[in-house]
Protein backbone atom coordinates (compact mmCIF):
# COMPACT_ATOMS: atom_id res chain seq x y z
CA UNK A 1 0.00 0.00 0.00
CA UNK A 2 1.56 3.05 -1.02
CA UNK A 3 0.71 6.20 0.66
CA UNK A 4 2.16 9.33 -0.35
CA UNK A 5 0.73 11.73 2.97
CA UNK A 6 1.03 11.93 6.40
CA UNK A 7 -1.31 13.48 8.45
CA UNK A 8 0.13 14.34 12.26
CA UNK A 9 -2.14 15.46 14.74
CA UNK A 10 -1.07 18.82 17.52
CA UNK A 11 -2.34 20.63 20.20
CA UNK A 12 -4.72 23.19 18.49
CA UNK A 13 -2.26 26.23 18.03
CA UNK A 14 0.77 24.42 17.60
CA UNK A 15 0.26 23.66 13.66
CA UNK A 16 3.23 25.83 12.27
CA UNK A 17 5.50 24.59 15.20
CA UNK A 18 4.32 20.88 14.10
CA UNK A 19 5.00 22.04 10.45
CA UNK A 20 7.89 23.37 11.39
CA UNK A 21 9.29 20.15 12.73
CA UNK A 22 7.61 18.20 10.02
CA UNK A 23 9.89 20.48 7.64
CA UNK A 24 12.99 19.35 9.07
CA UNK A 25 12.64 16.19 10.19
CA UNK A 26 11.30 15.10 7.12
CA UNK A 27 14.43 16.20 5.42
CA UNK A 28 16.79 15.00 7.71
CA UNK A 29 15.15 11.70 6.71
CA UNK A 30 15.36 12.18 3.20
CA UNK A 31 12.08 12.33 2.21
CA UNK A 32 11.04 15.60 0.31
CA UNK A 33 7.99 17.30 0.25
CA UNK A 34 5.65 20.29 1.35
CA UNK A 35 3.72 20.82 4.41
CA UNK A 36 0.09 21.93 4.91
CA UNK A 37 -1.31 23.57 8.18
CA UNK A 38 -3.85 25.97 8.86
CA UNK A 39 -4.18 27.48 12.20
CA UNK A 40 -6.02 25.97 14.56
CA UNK A 41 -6.85 23.11 13.09
CA UNK A 42 -4.77 20.98 15.16
CA UNK A 43 -3.53 18.91 12.55
CA UNK A 44 -0.57 19.21 9.69
CA UNK A 45 -0.49 17.27 6.57
CA UNK A 46 2.64 16.33 4.80
CA UNK A 47 2.70 15.53 1.23
CA UNK A 48 5.76 13.68 -0.39
CA UNK A 49 7.41 14.03 -3.50
CA UNK A 50 7.29 10.26 -4.18
CA UNK A 51 4.38 8.10 -3.98
CA UNK A 52 6.08 6.12 -0.78
CA UNK A 53 7.02 9.36 1.05
CA UNK A 54 4.38 8.26 3.73
CA UNK A 55 5.76 4.75 3.81
CA UNK A 56 9.62 6.03 4.13
CA UNK A 57 8.19 8.21 7.13
CA UNK A 58 6.47 6.13 8.88
CA UNK A 59 9.06 3.49 9.11
CA UNK A 60 12.16 5.67 8.85
CA UNK A 61 11.50 8.01 12.23
CA UNK A 62 11.09 7.08 15.59
CA UNK A 63 7.52 8.33 16.47
CA UNK A 64 9.02 8.67 19.94
CA UNK A 65 11.42 11.22 18.10
CA UNK A 66 8.40 13.98 17.61
CA UNK A 67 8.01 17.00 19.85
CA UNK A 68 4.58 18.89 18.99
CA UNK A 69 3.19 15.57 16.93
CA UNK A 70 0.45 13.41 19.42
CA UNK A 71 -0.14 11.14 16.66
CA UNK A 72 0.14 10.17 12.57
CA UNK A 73 -1.04 8.10 10.02
CA UNK A 74 -0.35 7.29 6.75
CA UNK A 75 -3.13 8.53 4.02
CA UNK A 76 -4.79 6.10 2.45
CA UNK A 77 -7.73 8.36 0.99
CA UNK A 78 -9.27 11.89 1.74
CA UNK A 79 -12.95 12.68 1.49
CA UNK A 80 -13.35 16.23 1.70
CA UNK A 81 -17.05 15.76 0.77
CA UNK A 82 -18.02 12.51 2.08
CA UNK A 83 -22.30 11.59 1.11
CA UNK A 84 -23.36 11.77 4.71
CA UNK A 85 -25.90 9.17 3.53
CA UNK A 86 -23.26 6.52 3.47
CA UNK A 87 -20.02 6.69 5.15
CA UNK A 88 -19.12 3.02 5.30
CA UNK A 89 -18.89 1.58 2.33
CA UNK A 90 -16.70 4.16 0.58
CA UNK A 91 -14.21 2.84 3.96
CA UNK A 92 -14.61 -0.69 3.31
CA UNK A 93 -14.08 -0.69 -0.61
CA UNK A 94 -10.93 0.92 0.64
CA UNK A 95 -10.01 -0.75 3.92
CA UNK A 96 -10.52 -4.20 2.11
CA UNK A 97 -7.91 -3.97 -0.40
CA UNK A 98 -5.36 -4.24 2.04
CA UNK A 99 -4.20 -7.69 2.25
CA UNK A 100 -2.85 -8.24 5.66
CA UNK A 101 -5.91 -6.42 7.42
CA UNK A 102 -5.39 -4.31 10.66
CA UNK A 103 -4.74 -5.04 13.81
CA UNK A 104 -8.05 -2.67 15.19
CA UNK A 105 -10.32 0.33 14.24
CA UNK A 106 -9.81 4.00 15.58
CA UNK A 107 -11.96 6.90 15.02
CA UNK A 108 -10.25 10.12 15.99
CA UNK A 109 -11.00 13.49 15.44
CA UNK A 110 -9.08 16.90 15.77
CA UNK A 111 -8.53 18.29 19.47
CA UNK A 112 -10.78 21.52 18.66
CA UNK A 113 -14.03 22.31 20.24
CA UNK A 114 -15.19 21.10 16.51
CA UNK A 115 -13.58 17.84 16.84
CA UNK A 116 -14.74 17.48 19.74
CA UNK A 117 -18.48 18.06 18.74
CA UNK A 118 -17.47 14.97 16.57
CA UNK A 119 -17.10 12.39 19.20
CA UNK A 120 -21.01 11.71 19.16
CA UNK A 121 -20.64 10.72 15.42
CA UNK A 122 -17.58 8.57 15.89
CA UNK A 123 -19.38 6.51 18.55
CA UNK A 124 -22.60 5.88 16.13
CA UNK A 125 -19.79 5.43 13.26
CA UNK A 126 -18.24 2.53 15.45
CA UNK A 127 -20.60 -0.51 14.98
CA UNK A 128 -21.60 -0.24 11.51
CA UNK A 129 -18.17 0.16 10.41
CA UNK A 130 -16.76 -2.57 12.40
CA UNK A 131 -19.27 -4.99 11.17
CA UNK A 132 -18.38 -4.02 7.51
CA UNK A 133 -14.79 -4.44 8.33
CA UNK A 134 -14.97 -7.61 10.31
CA UNK A 135 -12.91 -9.88 8.18
CA UNK A 136 -10.29 -6.84 7.91
CA UNK A 137 -10.49 -6.12 11.23
CA UNK A 138 -8.44 -8.39 14.77
CA UNK A 139 -5.77 -9.56 12.45
CA UNK A 140 -3.24 -10.36 15.00
CA UNK A 141 -0.14 -10.12 12.77
CA UNK A 142 -0.95 -7.23 11.07
CA UNK A 143 1.59 -4.00 11.71
CA UNK A 144 -1.50 -1.60 11.41
CA UNK A 145 -4.15 0.28 13.03
CA UNK A 146 -7.26 1.47 10.25
CA UNK A 147 -7.45 4.99 11.70
CA UNK A 148 -10.28 7.24 10.33
CA UNK A 149 -10.03 10.73 11.38
CA UNK A 150 -12.75 12.72 10.93
CA UNK A 151 -12.17 16.88 10.50
CA UNK A 152 -15.66 17.45 10.08
CA UNK A 153 -19.35 15.31 9.90
CA UNK A 154 -18.35 14.85 6.10
CA UNK A 155 -14.41 15.19 5.93
CA UNK A 156 -12.81 12.16 6.45
CA UNK A 157 -9.25 11.08 6.62
CA UNK A 158 -8.65 7.36 6.37
CA UNK A 159 -5.42 5.97 7.08
CA UNK A 160 -3.14 3.60 8.88
CA UNK A 161 -1.10 4.27 12.37
CA UNK A 162 1.62 1.52 12.77
CA UNK A 163 1.27 -0.36 15.53
CA UNK A 164 4.76 -0.51 16.73
CA UNK A 165 5.57 3.44 15.60
CA UNK A 166 3.00 5.53 16.79
CA UNK A 167 1.36 7.09 20.09
CA UNK A 168 -0.47 3.80 21.92
CA UNK A 169 -3.29 6.38 22.59
CA UNK A 170 -5.99 6.74 19.69
CA UNK A 171 -5.75 10.51 20.66
CA UNK A 172 -2.22 10.43 21.43
CA UNK A 173 -2.42 10.97 24.81
CA UNK A 174 -3.47 9.18 27.89
CA UNK A 175 -6.93 9.91 29.80
CA UNK A 176 -5.57 10.38 33.13
CA UNK A 177 -8.09 10.93 36.09
CA UNK A 178 -7.14 14.08 38.47
CA UNK A 179 -6.05 12.46 42.12
CA UNK A 180 -8.49 13.62 44.71
CA UNK A 181 -5.85 14.28 47.08
CA UNK A 182 -2.70 16.18 45.13
CA UNK A 183 -2.15 19.33 45.79
CA UNK A 184 -2.25 20.66 42.34
CA UNK A 185 -3.42 19.93 38.47
CA UNK A 186 0.17 20.00 37.80
CA UNK A 187 0.52 16.67 38.77
CA UNK A 188 -0.79 14.97 35.75
CA UNK A 189 1.33 16.85 34.19
CA UNK A 190 4.51 14.53 35.13
CA UNK A 191 2.26 11.64 35.23
CA UNK A 192 1.80 11.78 31.66
CA UNK A 193 5.46 12.81 31.14
CA UNK A 194 6.15 9.28 32.64
CA UNK A 195 3.45 7.50 30.62
CA UNK A 196 4.94 9.29 27.40
CA UNK A 197 8.68 9.28 27.83
CA UNK A 198 10.03 6.63 29.80
CA UNK A 199 9.67 3.29 27.48
CA UNK A 200 7.32 0.66 29.39
CA UNK A 201 10.09 -1.85 29.45
CA UNK A 202 12.23 0.71 31.60
CA UNK A 203 9.71 1.87 33.68
CA UNK A 204 9.61 -0.45 36.61
CA UNK A 205 13.40 -0.55 36.80
CA UNK A 206 13.73 3.45 36.49
CA UNK A 207 11.51 4.43 39.05
CA UNK A 208 11.35 2.45 42.31
CA UNK A 209 10.60 2.78 45.74
CA UNK A 210 13.26 4.46 48.38
CA UNK A 211 15.04 5.62 45.21
CA UNK A 212 16.01 9.99 45.94
CA UNK A 213 14.62 12.65 44.42
CA UNK A 214 14.71 16.52 44.16
CA UNK A 215 11.96 18.83 42.85
CA UNK A 216 12.95 22.16 42.31
CA UNK A 217 10.09 24.71 42.06
CA UNK A 218 7.98 22.09 43.77
CA UNK A 219 5.47 24.31 45.66
CA UNK A 220 2.30 23.41 46.48
CA UNK A 221 3.37 19.96 45.48
CA UNK A 222 1.42 18.29 42.72
CA UNK A 223 4.75 16.98 41.33
CA UNK A 224 6.45 15.76 44.45
CA UNK A 225 2.88 14.13 45.43
CA UNK A 226 3.45 11.93 42.07
CA UNK A 227 7.05 11.07 43.47
CA UNK A 228 6.36 10.08 47.41
CA UNK A 229 3.17 7.89 45.68
CA UNK A 230 5.73 5.75 43.96
CA UNK A 231 7.66 5.46 47.30
CA UNK A 232 10.33 7.96 46.55
CA UNK A 233 12.02 10.20 49.42
CA UNK A 234 11.99 13.98 48.10
CA UNK A 235 13.68 16.75 48.92
CA UNK A 236 11.21 19.62 47.87
CA UNK A 237 13.19 22.92 47.32
CA UNK A 238 10.38 25.75 46.98
CA UNK A 239 10.19 29.07 48.94
CA UNK A 240 6.36 28.37 48.62
CA UNK A 241 4.48 26.38 51.48
CA UNK A 242 4.08 22.93 50.50
CA UNK A 243 0.94 20.90 51.47
CA UNK A 244 0.67 20.10 54.20
CA UNK A 245 -0.93 16.48 53.82
CA UNK A 246 2.01 15.81 51.50
CA UNK A 247 4.50 16.86 54.26
CA UNK A 248 2.64 14.73 56.63
CA UNK A 249 3.54 11.60 54.85
CA UNK A 250 7.28 11.74 56.25
CA UNK A 251 8.67 11.66 52.45
CA UNK A 252 9.41 15.00 52.28
CA UNK A 253 12.11 17.31 53.39
CA UNK A 254 11.10 21.18 52.33
CA UNK A 255 13.88 23.48 51.47
CA UNK A 256 13.06 27.15 51.24
CA UNK A 257 15.66 28.15 48.81
CA UNK A 258 16.85 29.38 45.56
CA UNK A 259 16.33 26.17 43.39
CA UNK A 260 19.86 28.02 41.32
CA UNK A 261 21.61 27.65 44.24
CA UNK A 262 20.58 24.48 45.71
CA UNK A 263 23.17 21.68 45.84
CA UNK A 264 22.56 18.30 46.88
CA UNK A 265 24.47 17.04 49.82
CA UNK A 266 24.71 13.56 47.64
CA UNK A 267 23.94 12.39 44.15
CA UNK A 268 20.19 11.65 43.58
CA UNK A 269 18.31 9.71 41.37
CA UNK A 270 15.77 11.70 40.03
CA UNK A 271 15.78 15.54 40.05
CA UNK A 272 12.51 17.32 38.69
CA UNK A 273 11.86 20.75 37.90
CA UNK A 274 8.90 22.35 37.10
CA UNK A 275 9.99 26.29 37.60
CA UNK A 276 7.79 29.16 35.37
CA UNK A 277 11.73 30.58 34.41
CA UNK A 278 12.91 31.51 31.49
CA UNK A 279 14.05 28.42 28.85
CA UNK A 280 17.91 29.00 28.41
CA UNK A 281 18.28 29.34 32.55
CA UNK A 282 16.42 26.03 33.39
CA UNK A 283 17.96 24.21 30.35
CA UNK A 284 21.44 25.07 32.23
CA UNK A 285 20.55 24.56 35.27
CA UNK A 286 19.47 21.06 34.80
CA UNK A 287 22.28 20.03 32.12
CA UNK A 288 24.87 21.47 35.62
CA UNK A 289 22.81 18.45 37.12
CA UNK A 290 22.98 16.13 34.73
CA UNK A 291 27.14 16.60 34.00
CA UNK A 292 27.92 17.20 37.56
CA UNK A 293 26.38 13.92 38.17
CA UNK A 294 24.05 14.74 40.91
CA UNK A 295 21.19 13.17 39.57
CA UNK A 296 21.03 10.02 37.07
CA UNK A 297 17.58 11.14 35.39
CA UNK A 298 15.81 14.28 35.17
CA UNK A 299 12.11 15.34 33.96
CA UNK A 300 11.83 19.32 33.86
CA UNK A 301 9.80 21.92 31.98
CA UNK A 302 10.76 24.45 29.32
CA UNK A 303 7.93 27.35 29.05
CA UNK A 304 8.38 28.27 25.41
CA UNK A 305 7.28 31.37 23.80
CA UNK A 306 4.60 31.58 22.13
CA UNK A 307 5.77 31.93 18.57
CA UNK A 308 8.57 29.90 16.77
CA UNK A 309 8.69 27.31 19.59
CA UNK A 310 10.44 24.81 16.93
CA UNK A 311 13.02 27.06 16.26
CA UNK A 312 13.58 28.11 19.87
CA UNK A 313 13.79 24.33 20.98
CA UNK A 314 16.54 24.38 18.43
CA UNK A 315 18.39 26.68 20.09
CA UNK A 316 17.99 25.54 23.85
CA UNK A 317 18.37 21.99 23.80
CA UNK A 318 22.04 21.85 22.11
CA UNK A 319 23.31 23.32 25.04
CA UNK A 320 21.92 20.78 27.40
CA UNK A 321 23.54 17.66 24.57
CA UNK A 322 26.54 19.74 24.31
CA UNK A 323 27.46 20.10 28.21
CA UNK A 324 26.32 16.26 28.44
CA UNK A 325 28.71 15.10 25.65
CA UNK A 326 31.36 17.28 27.28
CA UNK A 327 30.87 15.24 30.77
CA UNK A 328 31.37 12.51 28.58
CA UNK A 329 27.51 11.16 29.38
CA UNK A 330 25.78 9.03 26.75
CA UNK A 331 22.00 10.43 27.95
CA UNK A 332 19.32 10.53 25.40
CA UNK A 333 16.83 12.99 25.36
CA UNK A 334 13.62 13.01 24.59
CA UNK A 335 11.08 16.12 24.42
CA UNK A 336 7.29 16.42 24.22
CA UNK A 337 4.77 18.76 24.03
CA UNK A 338 2.22 16.89 26.18
CA UNK A 339 -1.45 17.15 26.81
CA UNK A 340 -1.07 18.80 29.85
CA UNK A 341 1.39 20.99 28.83
CA UNK A 342 0.41 24.24 27.56
CA UNK A 343 3.12 26.69 26.05
CA UNK A 344 5.49 24.35 27.18
CA UNK A 345 7.12 21.19 26.53
CA UNK A 346 8.72 18.33 28.71
CA UNK A 347 12.00 16.61 28.70
CA UNK A 348 13.50 13.79 29.92
CA UNK A 349 17.21 13.25 30.17
CA UNK A 350 18.54 9.28 31.32
CA UNK A 351 21.21 7.70 30.30
CA UNK A 352 20.37 6.45 26.50
CA UNK A 353 17.93 3.53 26.88
CA UNK A 354 18.44 2.42 23.36
CA UNK A 355 21.85 1.43 23.21
C1 LIG B 1 4.35 25.99 38.40
S1 LIG B 1 4.81 26.07 40.07
C2 LIG B 1 5.22 24.42 40.43
C3 LIG B 1 4.04 23.53 40.64
C4 LIG B 1 4.43 22.17 41.16
N1 LIG B 1 5.22 21.42 40.18
C5 LIG B 1 3.20 21.37 41.49
O1 LIG B 1 2.97 20.35 40.82
O2 LIG B 1 2.49 21.71 42.43
C6 LIG B 1 6.36 26.82 40.02
C7 LIG B 1 7.03 26.96 41.38
O3 LIG B 1 8.37 27.32 41.16
C8 LIG B 1 8.78 28.11 42.26
N2 LIG B 1 10.01 28.84 41.89
C9 LIG B 1 10.17 29.73 40.90
N3 LIG B 1 11.45 30.17 40.88
C10 LIG B 1 12.09 29.52 41.90
C11 LIG B 1 13.43 29.53 42.38
N4 LIG B 1 14.36 30.30 41.82
N5 LIG B 1 13.74 28.73 43.41
C12 LIG B 1 12.80 27.93 43.97
N6 LIG B 1 11.53 27.88 43.55
C13 LIG B 1 11.17 28.67 42.52
C14 LIG B 1 7.60 29.00 42.56
O4 LIG B 1 7.63 29.44 43.89
C15 LIG B 1 6.42 28.02 42.29
O5 LIG B 1 5.97 27.45 43.48
Not at 186 to 194: H, I, N, Q, Y
Not at 260 to 274: G, I, K
Request: charged share 25%; net charge positive; proline share 8%.
Amino acid sequence: MDMQRILLTCRAGFESDLAAEVQQRSLEHGVHGFVRARPDTGFVEFQGHDSDAGNQLLTRMPFSDWVFARQWLGVMAHWPQLDTRDRVTPVARLAGAEPRGFRELWLSFPDTNEGKSLSRLTRKLSRPLRQALAPQLQRPTSPWRLHLFFTSGSELWLGVTPVANGAPWVLGYPRLRMPTSAPSRSTLKLEEAWLQLIPDAGRPEWLQPFQRAVDLGAAPGGWTWQLVQRGLQVIAVDNGPMDPALMASGQVEHRREDAFTFRPRRPVDWLVCDMVEKPARVADLMARWLSRGWCRYAIFNLKLPMKRRWQALQEILPHVRQALDSAGLNHRLAVKQLYHDREEVTVLAAPDWRC
